[in-house]
């Protein structure tokens, strides 16, 4: 949060302690306090203390508070409670640590270093987008936008099924019942293809059979069902990426698992020498593992020799580990897959590699009331519906607010607010548990949504064109104080960088969020309360500054979750 005045601060306590008590190894960490009102930084190292020292923690922070109250950083500093040292610190040295919050509203550079792999989105071919598919879409491009902030070296990859036994379904279909040319077929088309298919297997299961041979040959490479596969690979990669862009989703790397089929062959031998494989049930290669890891026998491949999600995998961390020698590879993955990852993890660790750290990003399931979802029964709800339909509602809510919204175009800012609320509706919740999506409360102007995160951000805007001023700096401050918004607010902008640093550690963008609504809330009151246009002299210098530093911030941070804000709103 500090980084200058904790340093000065830090090591006028230490030295108390250690001239006053004789402990040469102490460690002092600072907070800010839950409750404003004390302070804007705070220690608790004198009840930390009490016990080795033998005195009451109250009598040590006494002393500590006394050397640090002579720091020319500090305003006054008490202590309150059972023991804790509270500092006011002088506006001047408050306002000069927010050189830091300027400084991480920019990327930091690269460095050189060996990159982290993270992999999301994941979609099915020949599938149109689901609601559901969002989230691993999302939570991963803010995750990797976290990543590439702080300066990681980012490697990002989409792993989209292009390859299994649907294909040889869907051939089969095609052949049957299409009733015009694969080149002008849509992805709802191919979807409905597949729908039609399992309707007529329900009552001929000779089709199942039919579309595991057309699989086979496939697998074979051979040309009429590989061109037919290719255009449709086309067909859909077009209508996800018309939707990646609205959501506003760049992965480098669209590796499909097809692109593995070479690599699979050496790692089953490899796992039969090694017996980590064995024979299991029909002739299947299997993996049994240990008893206490609690995990069930893994198939990697079929008796009739076709592979599975599992031996993909494990050629696509073979292919990873060969090619970019990563020290991290994600999987944002629903919490549905906790076993196959379990098992992978452990499959390759049971193989002997030389491993990065494996992660399994888990995230919790979408909930819909009376809406279930079911690609082989066609009632999906589509992406790209959700997706409109939120922009509809922005649009009438642009309507309903009349002249109090002011804007260029409505239809950008309908599409900006629309967008946005469905992907914070999903960021702003924490990843691991289930989320349920409720459209009043993601577009509320009001609470923790996106259109109060843009309203906000268009609000600083509005102040910034209004003061007319060109070069908006914190100037130096003599006699002046901070009031209590004030300084709430300058606390809040502190905590931008490790806002960030805590969101990516933990890999949980709900943390940026949240932090986000806060500064937010923040600054209206801050608004609010204080003139900002009508101060006068240093302090609408200081007013002003703090408007444009939170617009920068809401900027920085809206733009690592995938959203856009207005200047006009």
Sequence with gaps: ?????????????????????????????????????????????ALQLAKEVGKSPRDIAEKICTALGKDESVDRCEVAGAGYVNIWLKPNALISELINTEQSCSKTPKRDEDPIVIEYSGPNIAKPLGIHHVLSTVIGQAVSNLHTHLGYNVITVNHFGDWGTQFGKLSVAFDKWAEKELSDHSIDDLLALYVRFHEEAEKDSSLDDVARE??????????????????????????????????????????????????????????????????????????????????????????????????????????????????????????????????????????????????????????????????????????????????????????????????????????????????????????????????????????????????????????????????????????ETLETKERVLVGTLLQFSSALQDACDSKMPHVLANYLYQLCQDYNAFYNDLPILKAEGAMRDVRLALTSLTASVLKAGAKILTIRVPERM
């Design 214 to 479: 057309a699989f086979c040959k496939l697998e074979k490479g051979e040309k009429e069902i590989t061109d037919f596969w290719k255009t449709v690979v086309e067909i859909s990669l077009k209508a996800i990426n018309e939707l990646y862009d609205r959501l506003h989703v760049e992965i480098e790397y669209p590796h499909s698992e097809s692109m593995y089929q070479d690599l699979m062959e050496p790692i089953l031998k490899e796992g039969l020498k090694k017996n980590v494989f064995v024979e299991g049930d029909k002739g299947a290669v299997v993996v049994e593992f240990e008893e206490e890891t609690g995990l069930s026998t893994a198939v990697v491949q079929k008796g009739d020799s076709a592979t599975i999600y599992l031996t993909r995998d494990l050629a696509q961390i073979r292919y990873r580990i060969d090619t970019w020698h990563p020290k991290e590879i994600n999987y944002v993955v629903d919490v549905a897959q906790s076993l196959h990852f379990k098992q992978l993890f452990k499959t390759v660790e049971m193989l002997g590699w030389e491993l990065p750290n494996l992660d399994h990003i888990l995230f919790g399931r979408m909930r819909f009331k009376d809406v279930e979802m079911s690609t082989r029964k066609g009632n999906i709800l589509r992406l790209e519906q959700v997706l409109n339909e939120a922009v509809d509602r922005a649009g009438e809510k642009i309507k309903t607010h009349g002249d109090s919204i002011k804007t260029d175009n409505s239809d950008d800012l309908a599409e900006m607010m629309g967008v946005g609320s469905v992907v914070y509706g999903v960021l702003s919740q924490n990843r691991k548990m289930d989320m349920m999506f409720d459209w009043d409360k993601f577009l509320s102007f009001e609470g923790n949504s996106a259109p109060y995160l843009q309203y906000t951000h268009a609000r600083t805007c509005s102040i910034l064109r209004k003061s007319e001023t060109d070069n908006i700096h914190f100037p130096n401050l003599t006699d």
């Design 1 to 45: 949060m500090f980084n200058t005045v904790f340093k000065s601060l830090t090591s006028a306590a230490i030295s108390e302690v250690q001239n006053e008590y004789g402990i040469d190894d102490v460690s002092i960490n600072w907070r800010r306090p839950q409750d404003k009102s004390h302070g804007d930084i705070s220690t608790a190292i």
